[in-house]
Antibody, heavy 118, light 112 residues
Framework: QVHLMQSGAEVKRPGASVRVSCTAS????????INWVRQAPGQGPEWMGW????????DYAQTFQGRVTMTRDTSLNAAYLELSGLTSEDTAVYYC???????????WGQGTAVTVAS | QSALTQPPSASGSPGQSVTISCTGT?????????VSWYQKHPGKAPKVLIF???KRPSGVPDRFSGSKSGNTASLTVSGLQAEDEAEYYC????????????FGGGTKLTVL
């Protein structure tokens, strides 16, 4: 069964960094890109970027350039999202999603709630 | 890179049809046939209903259909059922030198 399992909820102070993990199972991890999408309360989803697990290449949304880093560990079938310089506007549910083709996010993780509060 | 525009809400009675629009620009929706639609129930992850404008993944009922005209894509839900009540989001893949993905703000579909 194809599955993406994410790490648990996080509470962070403003200015801190957060790292979310996404572990794949049930398919060859290096075959499909992993995308990161966040959804703030009451808002639509926002694409953050993707990583090619095969070679580690990344593309980041302009909005997050400079404070987002996406990495992967192929030995663990895991992808990671790190977001720095957190503000209250980063409070959201963060999802990883597999892209079976450029516009098809066919498998999603369960989401990781990140709360930024002082 | 602005978000795609969707109406905030839509509604219909069981058995009726409802169409949800998704408006972008000539740089995204209008230029690429990479428009997808997702259904999201509260507390659950999104589920892809339509990809490449009008294709359905296996297992998605044919009550769901997609189309595009110019800069506007549409999702039609025919034969509305109670379980169709959910949030619906469109997305557009933009294959520029630096590819990116845009999402719509979402449409809450209410089955009356």
């Amino acid at each position: 069964q194809v599955h993406l399992m994410q790490s648990g909820a996080e509470v962070k102070r403003p200015g801190a960094s957060v790292r979310v993990s996404c572990t794949a199972s049930g398919y060859m991890f290096t075959t499909y890109s992993i995308n990161w999408v966040r959804q703030a309360p009451g808002q639509g989803p926002e694409w953050m970027g993707w990583i090619n697990p095969n070679n580690g290449n990344t593309d980041y949304a302009q909005t997050f350039q400079g404070r987002v880093t996406m990495t992967r560990d192929t030995s663990l079938n895991a992808a990671y999202l790190e977001l720095s310089g957190l503000t209250s506007e980063d409070t959201a549910v963060y999802y990883c999603a597999r892209a079976s083709s450029p516009d098809v996010f066919d498998i999603w993780g369960q989401g990781t709630a990140v709360t930024v509060a002082s | 890179q602005s978000a795609l525009t969707q109406p905030p809400s839509a509604s219909g009675s069981p058995g009726q049809s409802v169409t949800i629009s998704c408006t972008g620009t000539s740089r995204d929706v209008g230029d690429y046939n990479f428009v997808s639609w997702y259904q999201k129930h509260p507390g659950k992850a999104p589920k892809v209903l339509i990809f490449e404008v009008n294709k359905r993944p296996s297992g998605v009922p044919d009550r769901f259909s997609g189309s595009k005209s110019g800069n506007t894509a549409s999702l039609t839900v025919s034969g509305l059922q109670a379980e169709d009540e959910a949030e619906y989001y469109c997305s557009s893949y933009v294959g520029s030198n630096t590819p990116y993905v845009l999402f719509g703000g979402g449409t809450k579909l209410t089955v009356l």
